[in-house]
């Protein structure tokens, strides 16, 4: 099994920042692309950043500019760092990582972590 935990999120005023962080562990052999989604109160999951395990990235229009995604491959683990957050910004954010374990090396599956709230004030 693969366990996704994030961290880092909370409340804070618009403009400021926050940084998120996601440690996938358990019984990994490869992640391939990782990436933050979010659910608002009423609205759709959607993509906010994704990076690829070769580092591209790719990001959601409302947040370029403002959210960068990064990588450690060697801890597993997924960033992100959010800067002039704003209101529209406030919601459920999500890590998901496409990993293989030991007994399935060449089977990607998507896993998820349980969430973590960013208020933002205005």
């Known amino acids: 099994q693969v366990q996704l935990v994030e961290s880092g999120g909370g409340l804070v005023q618009a403009g400021g920042s926050l940084r998120l962080s996601c440690a996938a562990s358990g019984s990994i052999f490869s992640i391939n692309g990782m990436a933050w989604y979010r659910q608002a109160p009423g609205k759709q999951r959607e993509l906010v950043a994704a990076?690829?395990?070769?580092?591209?990235?790719e990001y959601a229009d409302s947040v370029k500019g403002r959210f960068t995604i990064s990588r450690d491959n060697a801890k597993n683990t997924v960033y992100l760092q959010m800067d002039s957050l704003q209101p529209e910004d406030t919601a459920v954010y999500y890590c998901?990582?496409?990993?293989?374990?030991?007994?399935?090396?060449?089977?990607?599956?998507?896993?998820w972590g349980q969430g973590t709230q960013v208020t933002v004030s205005s």
């Open positions: 998901n990582a496409h990993t293989s374990t030991v007994s399935a090396t060449r089977v990607y599956m998507p896993y």
């Open positions: 990076v690829a395990s070769g580092g591209s990235t």
